[in-house]
């Protein structure tokens, strides 16, 4: 119970987060990629402020050495750089762009509960879905069904 | 520059590294959405409780903030529902055949410092604005 209320309350202000930065709207974000527009830099305030104090608070998770609420800090082990990662982030790039929304914000939108996002949160979960199920038969053909369960190394 | 809105981008950003943090150091969990959401889906499905929480946490900040009287989120999006689908399918594909998006790779791994979240982050961020600049401009297409 403790670790499902620190989970709800960790959801509950990074979406207050995403909202009083403005990183919900869409119009925000794309201001900030269109560099050739009115540009709009935000988007790298609202980064600054994130990398500084999320660095400091996994310094202070390594030095506790585990969490408070369970028994091992989790951290992404990998460090190479291979091709699912540059053409994953290049295909992200290119719906994030077209859209100007990321699923964080895209989550909290949905609160609202507006045709455009839920078909966009539909999208995405079949995207997710498809990339799950397109590993999987790559992995072992014919035998898809809960075979060679990747881990999701960085978040 | 006239649309910046520096302090509140400043504000909100530290908020989002603060529920990152409040993660790490009570659950030892990553803040990564794509996969905190894509492990609720059937075929990676893993520990749902805490993920479930997690993004009713997210949903309940515009409910909450309606509660106080501000206005539920009403996104400006294109017009066309079929270029909100591509749009989608392109983020949740990409995200996940990525392993992360704008926040797992762009806050958490800039914040370790990792060199793959970095690339990550610089790759879709580049994409991006070629996608913005073709769409709003028509620079190379």
């Given at each position: 119970m403790p670790m499902m209320l620190a989970s709800f309350l960790s959801g509950l202000i990074f979406g207050a987060g995403l909202l009083i930065s403005g990183m919900t709207q869409p119009e925000k974000v794309l201001g900030f990629l269109d560099?050739?527009?009115?540009?709009?830099?935000?988007l790298a305030f609202v980064m600054a402020g994130a990398v500084a104090v999320t660095s400091l608070g996994f310094a202070l998770a390594k030095r506790r050495g585990t969490p408070v609420l369970t028994a091992?800090?989790?951290?992404?082990t990998r460090s190479d750089i291979d091709a699912p990662l540059v053409m994953g982030a290049a295909l992200f790039g290119a719906g994030w762009g077209l859209v100007?929304?990321?699923p964080g914000p895209a989550l909290v939108n949905l609160?609202?509960?507006g045709l455009p996002i839920i078909v966009f949160v539909v999208a995405m979960a079949a995207g997710m879905l498809g990339n799950d199920l397109w590993r999987d038969r790559r992995v072992s053909p014919g035998v898809a069904e809960g075979a060679a369960i990747t881990p999701r190394a960085d978040g | 520059m006239h649309n910046l809105t520096a302090f509140s981008g400043l504000f909100g950003g530290a908020l989002i590294g603060l529920a990152t943090a409040m993660l790490m150091l009570l659950t030892?969990?990553?803040?990564g959405i794509s996969g905190i959401f894509g492990g609720?889906?059937?075929?990676?499905?893993?520990?749902?409780g805490w993920r479930l929480a997690f993004i009713a946490g997210l949903i309940a900040a515009p409910l909450l903030a309606a509660l106080g009287g501000m206005s539920l989120p009403n996104p400006t999006m294109p017009a066309s529902l079929a270029v909100i689908a591509i749009g989608g399918l392109l983020v949740g594909f990409g995200s996940r055949m990525g392993s992360g998006c704008t926040s797992g790779h762009g806050v958490c791994g800039t914040a370790r410092l990792s060199t793959r979240s970095i690339a990550a982050t610089a790759i879709f961020m580049l994409v991006a604005i070629v996608v913005v600049a073709i769409v709003r401009h028509g620079i190379g297409g």
């Open positions: 560099i050739f527009g009115a540009w709009d830099a935000t091992k800090l989790q951290w992404p100007g929304l990321c609160a609202g509960f | 030892g969990r990553i803040a609720l889906l059937p075929l990676r499905s893993s520990e749902r």
